[in-house]
């Protein structure tokens, strides 16, 4: 059983920072990619942040700049630094690690709320 447990939502202002971390109860190294994702009230699900085991980062268009992924392998942990945020980044944001021979797992998600 692999488990992933997201951490860090709250409620912030907008122009605020939040600190996002999943982690995972397994070795992060057997993991290809790890995904942040997030998905507003009435809207469908989307990649937010990913990065690769060598470290090869990517994000959405919406948050290149304001938003961080990274990984520490030694504490089995993946992190979403997020700042300059605003009500638009509103969302639950889930974690999804993908292994190549296994699939994917998904943690239950962490509330982000941009609001004055």
């Known amino acids: 059983q692999v488990d992933l447990a997201e951490s860090g939502g709250g409620l912030v202002q907008p122009g605020g920072s939040l600190n996002l971390s999943c982690t995972i109860t397994?070795?992060?190294?057997?993991?290809?990619?790890f995904e942040w994702h997030r998905q507003a009230a009435g809207k469908s699900r989307e990649l937010v942040a990913a990065?690769?085991?060598?470290?090869?980062?990517n994000y959405h268009n919406a948050v290149q700049g304001r938003f961080t992924i990274s990984r520490d392998d030694w504490k089995n942990i993946v992190r979403l630094q997020m700042t300059s945020l605003k009500p638009e980044d509103t969302g639950i944001y889930y974690c999804?690690?993908?292994?190549?021979?296994?699939?994917?797992?998904w943690g239950q998600g962490t509330q982000v709320t941009v609001s004055s």
């Open positions: 999804k690690a993908h292994h190549l021979a296994r699939g994917d797992y």
């Open positions: 397994d070795n992060i190294y057997d993991y290809f990619i």
């Open positions: 990065i690769t085991r060598t470290q090869i980062t």
